[in-house]
């Protein structure tokens, strides 16, 4: 069973910079990562996502702002958010499926970002 727990949420203010990770139990390779965010009100929403041998893909309001990478041996994924907007206040879910299934089988509990204006 796949385990995955995020870390490094936090406050900041419009234009900063925060990391968020995830870290599996298990390696990942096989499997496609992603960071999901739900606002307070709205539905989740994927931010960000990688799959082995594939250009990672990007939510359309993150483009340029945020980067997703992955560490294999540390078995971590990692987003890391720059020029933070209010509007990106949200939870941060980590999650993981197999490459061979399209829906996201595995979550983490989720980490608070708060953006303040």
């Known amino acids: 069973q796949v385990q995955l727990v995020e870390s490094g949420g936090g406050s900041v203010q419009a234009g900063g910079s925060l990391r968020v990770s995830c870290v599996a139990n298990?390696?990942?390779?096989?499997?496609?990562m992603a960071w999901f965010r739900q606002a307070p009100g709205k539905e989740r929403e994927v931010v960000a996502s990688?799959?082995?041998?594939?250009?990672?893909s990007y939510e359309d309001s993150v483009k340029g702002r945020f980067t997703i990478s992955r560490d294999a041996v540390k078995k971590v994924l990692y987003l890391q958010m720059n020029s933070l907007k209010p509007e990106d206040t949200a939870i941060y879910y980590c999650?993981?499926?197999?490459?061979?299934?399209?829906?996201?089988?595995?979550w983490g509990q989720g980490t608070q970002v708060t953006v303040s204006s």
């Open positions: 999650a993981a499926r197999r490459e061979i299934v399209s829906l996201w089988e595995y």
């Open positions: 298990v390696y990942m390779n096989g499997y496609c």
């Open positions: 990688i799959c082995s041998g594939r250009i990672p």
